[in-house]
């Protein structure tokens, strides 16, 4: 997963510690992002479903052209790790298997769920870019901020990197 998140930093120009935006993203991919408000051909009644609920993040909900549909109320630096976790599942070539019966949102696998977690972190934090960070001394609150991501997700890529922080 990391080096597949090296390769596509790299392929978009990025070297590991520069934050990258969901939108550099968006627009390699060409994709089109929607919220609960503007997704087009929804029920009224889905759209509010979509609308009044923190329980979902987001969903591809076409594949060409790629149209992906992130939840507004999460905090920004949320929405870029769900559009992340997104692209991840385009990267890695996910199917999607049916609907969520409450969401009307598609599903996934749950090995592709995780697989989507990881590689969405590595996007978002790669290992190295941590590393950089951890040497500069920086702190997870600072290195939230320089990646545009939250602490939660600081502290799991710290996890799963096995790097120690002082
Ligand atoms: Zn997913």
Same mark, same amino acid.
């Given at each position: 997963m990391e080096s597949i998140a090296t390769d596509q930093r790299h392929h978009l120009g990025f070297k590991a510690y520069q934050p990258?935006?969901? #939108?550099?993203l968006v627009k390699y991919f060409k994709a089109q992002t929607f919220t609960a408000e503007t997704v087009p051909n929804t029920e009224a009644e889905q759209v509010k479903i979509l609308?009044?609920?923190?329980?979902?993040?987001?969903?591809?909900?076409? #594949?060409?052209?790629?149209c992906i549909v992130h939840n507004s109320r999460h905090a920004p630096t949320r929405q870029e790790s769900n559009l992340m976790h997104e692209f991840a599942?385009?990267?890695? #070539?996910?199917?999607?298997?049916?609907?969520?019966?409450?969401?009307?949102?598609?599903?996934?696998r749950q090995q592709d769920e995780d697989e989507a977690v990881y590689l969405g972190g590595c996007l978002q934090i790669p290992r190295r870019g941590l590393l950089w960070a951890v040497q500069k001394k920086m702190t997870v609150a600072?290195?939230?901020?320089?990646?545009?991501?939250?602490e939660e997700m600081v502290n799991f890529r710290i996890n799963v990197s096995g790097i120690d922080i002082v």
């Open positions: 990258l935006s969901s #939108k550099v609308c009044d609920s923190d329980n979902w993040s987001a969903g591809i909900i076409r #594949k060409n052209p790629l599942h385009v990267i890695l #070539k996910h199917k999607m298997v049916g609907c969520d019966p409450q969401t009307g949102l598609p599903q996934r600072q290195i939230a901020l320089h990646f545009n991501a939250s």
